[in-house]
């Protein structure tokens, strides 16, 4: 409003497009460090991001219990688009890095029946507070959801489905970054850190 009013109309781009020049700016960016920081680094850099639109409004994360449960009341009975952008960089020693990218969406609709007091203890959880959307599918609020059309996975986050096709575009195979022999058995020595 205030830029309108002094002759400024700011350009202003669709949910799938914001997602995907986040994401490839969060890819590109670390993608940019590791080249310079560790010269023989060989491997691929993931960057994604992701907003939720109900009504043709996107509804970041709401911060605040009462936007929290302001969204949830809208949100009730209705139907609203995750949308998901997604990038992958491919580093290789003495190689020009490349990029790949693409979006994907998903559509939520929430129960009708939720009421204002399970909305409340909801919110109370804490866990709405800092997603995009105010909610999870994974979690908590899984059971206020009715229904997901699209890879579920991107509800999650990120579209597994889209990033292992991107990662096969920069010549790797799903498969090759698997680190442990059983990914449920969490952290291995051989994808954990050293301090």
Not at 71 to 78: I, Q, T, V
Not at 172 to 177: D, I, P, Q, S
Request: charged share 25%; glycine share 10%; hydrophobic share 40%.
């Amino acid at each position: 409003m205030l830029l309108g009013q002094l002759g400024i109309r700011p350009l202003t781009v669709a949910p799938d497009e914001h997602v995907l020049l986040l994401a490839r700016r969060k890819a590109l960016d670390v993608a940019v460090r590791l080249r310079d920081d560790i010269p023989d680094f060989d491997g691929i850099v993931i960057g994604g991001d992701s907003m939720f639109e109900l009504d043709g409004e996107v509804l970041g994360k709401p911060y605040t219990p009462e936007n929290a449960v302001a969204r949830w009341r809208a949100m009730r009975g209705r139907t609203g688009v995750l949308h998901s952008g997604h990038a992958v960089v491919r580093i290789e020693p003495g190689e020009s890095p490349r990029e790949v990218h693409a979006t994907a969406a998903a559509s939520v609709s929430f129960v009708e029946d939720v009421t204002d007091a399970e909305i409340e203890a909801y919110v109370a959880t804490g866990e709405p507070l800092q997603v995009a959307g105010a909610f999870t599918v994974d979690s908590l609020g899984g059971a206020f959801i009715d229904r997901v059309d699209g890879d579920p996975s991107t509800v999650v986050g990120m579209s597994l489905s889209t990033l292992r096709r991107l990662v096969r575009e920069v010549g790797v195979e799903w498969t090759a970054l698997w680190n442990t022999d059983d990914p449920s058995l969490g952290p291995t020595e051989a994808n954990t850190p050293t301090p």
